[in-house]
């Protein structure tokens, strides 16, 4: 994580809130959660915790990703919503834009995921040594220059939708890391969490949270 970190200011939109569950639309540039160093302590939970303080982490996105991110108020839900990440009974689906025209329109990218230690944080395709990650593709806008696509992860690996992107040699647009050639073309990376699928910890109801992207 670079000295720059420059954290956007505003309020926190709460997508939702119940007495279990607590809902928000993350802003790009902000971190889920504290970084190492007092210039990295502003992030989203520690936002949170001020009206919420007894909110607990389930999940992250990365700093540079926007969009749907659940959050526990309670114990007994941390529980059940991390089992449900752990067993991918959660569905989520992102919105990205990527270089140049992703074909074929459809397809599922089935690539072991392992971190690059010489260059932390950043990820790598490891066929020997790498975790199993799958992600789900659907292209729904494409030109030479760039296509708009839903991606699904089945997994949850680091950096997963950003490196997959990248082996099929269309990086998401923006991204500081993987396309830093972008970056100072497009104000933020183009990665969104548009929808989060889950089953509520009390009722075990299916629920569904959506932002729409801002790009």
């Given amino acids: 994580m670079s000295d720059d970190y420059a954290p956007p200011s505003g309020e926190i939109p709460v997508l939702h809130e119940d007495h279990e569950l607590l809902v928000v639309d993350k802003p790009a540039g902000l971190l ?49 919503l991390g089992q449900q990440f752990e067993a991918r009974k959660t569905r989520k689906t992102y919105i990205a834009r990527v270089a140049g025209r992703l074909e074929p329109k459809t397809g599922t990218v089935d690539l072991p995921l392992i971190v690059d230690w010489p260059n932390r944080p950043l990820q790598k395709v490891d066929h020997d040594a790498g975790k199993p990650a799958l992600t789900e593709y659907k292209v729904t806008k494409a030109s030479d220059a760039e296509s708009r696509v839903r991606l699904h992860p089945v997994t949850g690996r680091s950096h997963q939708l950003r490196v997959h992107m990248l082996a099929l040699g269309h990086p998401i647009l923006g991204d500081p890391l993987y396309a830093p050639e972008t970056a100072g073309d497009f104000q933020r990376m183009m990665l969104h969490a548009e929808e989060l699928r889950l089953h509520h910890p009390e009722s075990g109801i299916g629920v569904k949270f959506r932002s729409k992207a801002p790009f």
């Fill in 32 to 80: 889920s959660v504290p970084g190492k160093g007092a210039h990295l302590a502003d992030c989203l939970i520690a936002r949170l915790e001020r009206a919420f303080p007894t909110v607990r982490l389930v999940h992250r996105l990365d700093r540079d990703t926007s969009g749907v991110m659940v959050f526990a108020l309670t114990a007994h839900a941390q529980r059940h």
